[in-house]
């Protein structure tokens, strides 16, 4: 039982990093808006589902005011993924 819960955080925390270098790679790509391409998709289509729940909270929230000039569904869910990251390195 010990190994699965060691597998299992190993994968989760590899998952969040990545997910957290692709959220700052996009970040970066936000502000040169002229380029666009093949990665520039992948990573948009890679992140875009992280970042829509968090969205649609925020709507049902009636916080959509502070969807403008900054995406706060960023800095949310990029905080979320240190925190499960900090968790699941907790275990290993």
Do not use: H
Not at 29 to 46: E, H, M, T
């Amino acid at each position: 039982m010990d190994t699965f819960i060691y597998l299992l955080s190993s994968i989760i925390y590899l998952l969040c990093g990545i997910a957290m270098l692709l959220l700052a790679v996009r970040a970066i790509l936000s502000w040169f808006p002229d380029i666009r391409g093949g990665i520039v998709n992948v990573i948009y289509s890679f992140t875009e589902p992280l970042l829509v729940p968090v969205r649609k909270l925020l709507y049902k929230a009636g916080l959509q005011s502070l969807m403008t000039p900054l995406d706060f569904s960023f800095i949310i869910t990029y905080l979320l993924l240190v925190v499960i990251r900090l968790i699941c390195g907790s275990f290993l």
